[in-house]
């Protein structure tokens, strides 16, 4: 164990941000810190360095543990270019590699006694430089520069004349060049492109550094993490596994909860039925049955309702009529900004249903391939051309399309000026906009807010054909499934620019990639069933990128020379696709009928047992009716001592038949 956390509590103005939060990490290990927006991710983090003290509970740390953390935000201020502000981390061992240069020098002068000792000094010296991998430091420095994606020219460009992100970059870079006991990372795929990230995965898991990561780029953590630790309502808990496997596991956890809250509610529910019928015998022996079921209902164990996410979008995405089969034809299209080509001759098609995910390097074109599309900007050369009937509805990355000085009430309200206020009231609350809050102006909201009124306003406008420009940017965890579901259940068709990769996998049934100012199309099956069997989305683009990327680009007629393969899976190990298919099906449809099976079965058992409970209830009405009558009859003939007597053995029979029906109520009750 090298950190770990005791029952944590912290409190902000009396509200509770953590409660309890236990956990631990050990040596090596890569875990995650996940939960909605809000949820005191960061607040763990500071109280984690220290930055902030708990209210109650303690931090646990090995003695001696080096940290090192990327925020979400850096303020890098340097005079330094970014490659030496890089290699200033390794200054300890350039220093290292000086002073073994001057111990050679010196080492050439002397003899003897000297000479030994200098040899001494120089071969302990010499130790700790390879310990610490003094002759790697230049191609380590190396290797970091171009796997965060800094070009040659980047690499000499001055600190302070980068943007956010940049320095963003340059902070990651130095962090992992310390190689620390213990790695935090607050959202580091932000300022990543694809590349960079796979590059970014394979160093953390070759890393002997334990790692800590908040992150809502799913795919990263199911490579990633072994370990998930989940903030939920102030508390928390520790998952085994990647994300995924939490996914699941937490899925099913929130339903077993609700079942046994079901089913303890129901319980209470039948047992007050059941004392409410036996008081209704008014019999002693069912009067004391029921105050027996009271007391053991009292001691019963009274289960809380779980609690629900309560800050899940709720929307849906229908398209006001359908479009024709050919949705947009893209031929020959070419771009540039002044000496800087983004793409060239790159033609493609996209037709009715599909859902095409654009992804590439960032600054290879894929929002300006967007703009073009929409018409917001006019293209070099080549046509752009849609379909009959094709109505675009556009998201936006920088919500371009929203007015900063309207509030989102008003941004709403005169887009769509048929909505009454409580329509637009109860569209934002769906998107988790309540009270106050919708007469927020939209220049103060933040990016994950403006992306909610963003989606808000694509869903209304019923479009179908959606085009996306990185449109789960700033969405927690939560916000991002349900626009998969809304995606995946959309009758329309869909092209999005996105570089979460999870996102693509549940969503995509195609996939271009602007590689080397070319669109390659890589081939996908729009027919599948979202998401386990999709055909066309990124684990497939992995599998296939580096088989047929060389060829798409001899076809478009762009250079291949020096052109480094995308890593993979291997194709083998993984099967075919039409056996992944099927195997798919067949497993799914062989559980299906057995499952039906057995639920038909259930069902007819539960109807005999409804069936037997009426006749019960029917018999024990029509004896009790009849003893009321037999009382009757024997009151108005007392004198009658043969009559008396075949009344009273007939009601004695009466009673006998009723103890037995009891009890044959209480069991089909019971069951």
Same mark, same amino acid.
């Given at each position: 164990?090298? $950190?770990?956390?005791?029952?944590?509590?912290?409190?902000?103005?009396?509200?509770?941000?953590?409660?309890?939060?236990? /956990?631990?990490?050990?040596?090596?290990?890569?875990?995650?810190?996940?939960?909605?927006?809000?949820?005191?991710?960061?607040?763990?983090?500071?109280?984690?360095?220290?930055?902030?003290?708990?209210?109650?509970?303690?931090?646990?740390?090995?003695?001696?543990?080096?940290?090192?953390?990327?925020?979400?935000?850096?303020?890098?201020?340097?005079?330094? &270019? *970014?490659? =030496?502000?890089?290699?200033? *981390?390794?200054?300890?061992?350039?220093? +290292?590699?000086?002073?073994?240069? @001057?111990?050679?020098?010196? +080492?050439?002068?002397?003899?003897?006694?000297?000479?030994?000792?200098?040899?001494? =000094?120089?071969?302990?010296?010499?130790?700790?430089?390879?310990?610490?991998?003094?002759?790697?430091?230049?191609?380590?420095?190396?290797?970091?520069?171009?796997?965060?994606?800094?070009?040659?020219?980047?690499?000499?460009?001055?600190?302070?004349?980068?943007?956010?992100?940049?320095?963003?970059?340059?902070?990651?870079?130095?962090?992992?060049?310390? !190689?620390?006991?213990?790695?935090?990372?607050?959202?580091?795929?932000?300022?990543?492109?694809?590349?960079?990230?796979?590059? $970014?995965?394979?160093?953390?898991?070759?890393?002997?550094?334990?790692?800590?990561?908040?992150?809502?780029?799913?795919? #990263?953590?199911?490579?990633?993490?072994?370990?998930?630790?989940?903030?939920?309502?102030?508390?928390?808990?520790? /998952?085994?596994?990647?994300?995924?496997?939490?996914?699941?596991?937490?899925?099913?956890?929130?339903?077993?909860?609700?079942?046994?809250?079901?089913?303890?509610?129901?319980?209470?529910?039948?047992?007050?039925?059941?004392?409410?019928?036996?008081?209704?015998?008014?019999?002693?022996?069912?009067?004391?049955?029921?105050?027996?079921?009271?007391?053991?209902?009292?001691?019963?164990?009274?289960?809380?309702?779980?609690?629900?996410?309560?800050?899940? %979008?709720?929307?849906?995405?229908?398209?006001?009529?359908?479009?024709?089969?050919?949705?947009?034809?893209?031929?020959?299209?070419? %771009?540039?900004?002044?000496?800087?080509?983004?793409?060239?001759?790159?033609? /493609?098609?996209?037709?009715?249903?599909?859902?095409?995910?654009?992804?590439?390097?960032?600054?290879?074109?894929?929002?300006?391939?967007?703009?073009?599309?929409?018409?917001?900007?006019?293209?070099?050369?080549?046509?752009? !051309?849609?379909?009959?009937?094709?109505?675009?509805?556009?998201?936006?990355?920088?919500?371009?399309?929203?007015?900063?000085?309207? &509030?989102?009430?008003?941004?709403?309200?005169?887009?769509?000026?048929?909505?009454?206020?409580?329509?637009?009231?109860?569209?934002?609350?769906? #998107?988790? /906009?309540?009270?106050?809050? *919708?007469?927020?102006?939209?220049?103060?909201?933040?990016?994950?807010?403006?992306?909610?009124?963003?989606?808000?306003?694509?869903?209304?406008?019923?479009?179908?054909?959606?085009?996306?420009?990185?449109?789960?940017?700033?969405?927690? %965890?939560?916000?991002?499934?349900?626009?998969?579901?809304?995606?995946?259940?959309? @009758?329309?068709?869909?092209?999005?620019?996105?570089?979460?990769?999870?996102?693509?996998?549940?969503?995509?049934?195609?996939?271009?990639?602007?590689?080397?100012?070319?669109?390659?199309?890589?081939?996908?099956?729009?027919?599948?069933?979202?998401?386990?069997?999709?055909?066309?989305?990124?684990? #497939?683009?992995?599998?296939?990128?580096?088989?047929?990327?060389?060829?798409?680009?001899?076809?478009?007629?762009?250079?291949?020379?020096?052109?480094?393969? *995308?890593?993979?899976?291997?194709?083998?190990?993984?099967?075919?696709?039409?056996?992944?298919?099927?195997?798919?099906?067949?497993?799914?449809?062989?559980?299906?009928?057995?499952?039906?099976?057995?639920?038909?079965?259930?069902?007819? !058992?539960?109807?005999?047992?409804?069936?037997?409970?009426?006749?019960?209830?029917?018999?024990?009405? @029509?004896?009790?009716?009849?003893?009321?009558?037999?009382?009757?009859?024997?009151?108005?003939?007392?004198?009658?001592?043969?009559?008396?007597? !075949?009344?009273?053995?007939?009601?004695?029979?009466?009673?006998?038949?009723?103890?037995?029906?009891?009890?044959?109520?209480?069991?089909?009750?019971?069951?």
């Amino acid at each position: 164990m090298i $950190l770990a956390t005791h029952h944590i509590h912290k409190a902000f103005l009396e509200k509770p941000v953590l409660q309890d939060v236990s /956990f631990q990490l050990e040596k090596g290990e890569k875990a995650a810190i996940i939960g909605i927006n809000g949820a005191g991710k960061t607040t763990l983090l500071k109280i984690l360095l220290g930055e902030l003290e708990p209210d109650s509970g303690t931090v646990s740390r090995v003695r001696d543990l080096s940290v090192g953390y990327l925020a979400q935000r850096q303020n890098v201020d340097s005079g330094h &270019t *970014v490659r =030496e502000e890089l290699t200033a *981390v390794k200054q300890p061992v350039i220093d +290292m590699e000086r002073r073994l240069t @001057e111990y050679e020098a010196r +080492m050439a002068q002397v003899s003897g006694a000297d000479l030994d000792s200098l040899m001494n =000094e120089y071969l302990l010296l010499q130790d700790q430089f390879r310990n610490e991998n003094g002759y790697g430091w230049r191609g380590e420095v190396n290797a970091v520069l171009n796997g965060l994606g800094f070009s040659g020219e980047e690499q000499d460009q001055g600190i302070s004349t980068l943007s956010g992100g940049q320095k963003t970059r340059v902070a990651l870079g130095k962090l992992l060049l310390q !190689r620390p006991d213990l790695i935090i990372l607050d959202e580091p795929t932000n300022h990543l492109d694809m590349a960079s990230i796979r590059w $970014l995965e394979s160093f953390l898991l070759s890393s002997k550094s334990a790692v800590l990561i908040v992150s809502h780029d799913r795919y #990263f953590l199911d490579r990633i993490v072994t370990k998930v630790i989940e903030l939920d309502h102030t508390h928390s808990m520790v /998952f085994s596994g990647n994300y995924s496997s939490y996914a699941e596991r937490k899925k099913k956890l929130r339903e077993e909860q609700m079942h046994a809250w079901l089913n303890n509610q129901a319980e209470i529910r039948r047992q007050e039925e059941v004392i409410s019928k036996l008081r209704q015998f008014n019999r002693e022996k069912s009067i004391r049955r029921a105050e027996s079921r009271e007391k053991l209902l009292e001691k019963m164990e009274v289960l809380d309702r779980p609690q629900e996410v309560s800050d899940k %979008m709720r929307f849906t995405l229908k398209p006001c009529i359908q479009s024709g089969r050919d949705v947009l034809h893209i031929e020959e299209l070419g %771009m540039a900004f002044g000496d800087n080509t983004l793409f060239r001759n790159s033609s /493609f098609d996209i037709r009715r249903g599909e859902h095409v995910a654009l992804i590439g390097d960032n600054g290879s074109g894929k929002t300006t391939l967007l703009r073009l599309i929409n018409g917001l900007l006019a293209p070099l050369e080549g046509l752009i !051309r849609t379909g009959v009937n094709v109505h675009i509805g556009y998201y936006d990355q920088e919500h371009h399309v929203l007015n900063d000085r309207n &509030t989102v009430f008003e941004e709403i309200a005169f887009a769509y000026p048929d909505m009454t206020n409580t329509q637009i009231r109860n569209l934002l609350a769906a #998107f988790l /906009f309540t009270g106050e809050e *919708v007469f927020k102006q939209i220049s103060a909201l933040s990016g994950g807010e403006k992306g909610r009124v963003s989606l808000a306003k694509l869903m209304l406008s019923q479009c179908n054909f959606l085009i996306l420009d990185e449109p789960t940017n700033h969405l927690d %965890m939560v916000s991002r499934e349900v626009l998969e579901n809304a995606l995946n259940s959309y @009758e329309g068709t869909v092209f999005y620019v996105s570089h979460d990769r999870y996102f693509i996998n549940r969503t995509a049934s195609r996939i271009l990639s602007l590689t080397r100012g070319v669109v390659l199309d890589y081939p996908g099956h729009s027919d599948a069933e979202p998401p386990a069997c999709y055909f066309g989305n990124y684990d #497939f683009y992995l599998e296939k990128s580096a088989e047929v990327e060389h060829a798409l680009l001899a076809k478009a007629g762009a250079a291949v020379t020096g052109m480094t393969d *995308v890593p993979g899976r291997d194709a083998k190990a993984s099967g075919s696709p039409g056996t992944a298919s099927l195997s798919c099906g067949a497993a799914e449809g062989g559980a299906a009928a057995q499952d039906w099976k057995a639920q038909k079965e259930e069902q007819a !058992r539960l109807r005999r047992r409804q069936n037997e409970l009426r006749q019960c209830e029917e018999r024990i009405a @029509e004896l009790e009716a009849r003893n009321g009558k037999i009382d009757e009859e024997m009151a108005e003939n007392g004198t009658d001592l043969v009559l008396l007597s !075949r009344l009273q053995k007939e009601r004695d029979e009466n009673e006998a038949e009723l103890s037995g029906l009891y009890e044959e109520w209480e069991e089909l009750q019971e069951e």
